[in-house]
């Protein structure tokens, strides 16, 4: 069966720090995979997706990056960190072809 | 307006059944979808119908589907305190294969 995982679940970071969300799927081949954002517990709001390695969609600028150096890996990056940045990011899959998407459990980031 | 619309609030005594509405824009929407996400967590696949259904049940869980309204409904009955919880919406609009999501409906279930 497939799984998803996320890590850190939790951070605390300073502004302009660095930061480094990952996720990795298991139990699948060549998946869809996103980054979402929930801001203050509310809504999401579609931060990339990718559709294969080194293949990187992104949905709105901002002060984000993301990558996927492997077929079942998606990391999100920043370089320097806002106070805005602060939120819950949540990992998602779906198979090609697929609508319905699979969730991680999420990483709470605070941003002080 | 957003593509996807909820009302954000919903109260209920236990016991009673909850309704939680959500209406979309793009008529031509094949997938509709009904995620729940408990505090602190991710979210989770309740339910999904086709757009060629009016209908779908499973278990608590009535969906219904009035395509010429773009208005979908997520029926739970004998709604307990477990169901507290976030339930959004989501469609596949435009010919997109990514699903736009409202914003989500919390759902508070007292005693």
């Known amino acids: 069966s497939q799984t998803i995982h996320q890590w850190p679940a939790t951070l605390v970071q300073p502004v302009g720090s660095p930061l480094s969300l990952e996720c990795t799927v298991e139990?699948?081949?060549?998946?869809?995979l996103y980054w979402y954002r929930q801001a203050a517990g509310r809504g999401l709001q579609l931060l990339f997706y990718?559709?294969?390695?080194?293949?990187i969609s992104s949905e709105v600028p901002q002060n984000l990056s993301a990558s996927r150096p492997q077929d079942r890996q998606f990391i999100l990056s920043s370089k320097k960190l806002l106070l805005s940045d602060s939120g819950f990011y949540l990992c998602?899959?779906?198979?090609?072809?697929?609508?319905?998407?699979?969730f991680g459990a999420g990483s709470r980031l605070t941003v002080l | 307006g957003e593509d996807v619309e909820q009302s954000l609030f919903l109260s209920v005594r236990e016991g009673d059944s909850s309704v939680i509405n959500c209406t979309y824009t793009?008529?031509?929407?094949?997938?509709l979808y009904w995620y729940k996400q408990e505090p602190g967590a991710g979210l989770q696949l309740l339910t999904y119908?086709?757009?060629?259904?009016d209908m779908k049940q499973d278990q608590r869980l009535t969906v219904l589907l009035n395509k010429k309204d773009k208005h979908l409904s997520l029926r739970i009955a004998d709604t307990q305190t477990g169901d507290s919880a976030i339930y959004f919406c989501?469609?596949?609009?435009?010919?997109?294969?990514?699903?736009?999501f409202g914003r989500g409906t919390s759902l508070i279930v007292h005693p």
């Open positions: 998602a899959w779906g198979e090609t072809g697929a609508n319905v998407l699979t």
């Open positions: 139990g699948t081949s060549n998946p869809n």
């Open positions: 990718s559709v294969g390695i080194g293949q």
């Open positions: 793009d008529s031509s929407s094949t997938y």
């Open positions: 119908i086709f757009s060629n259904m």
């Open positions: 989501a469609g596949v609009l435009g010919g997109s294969y990514i699903p736009t």
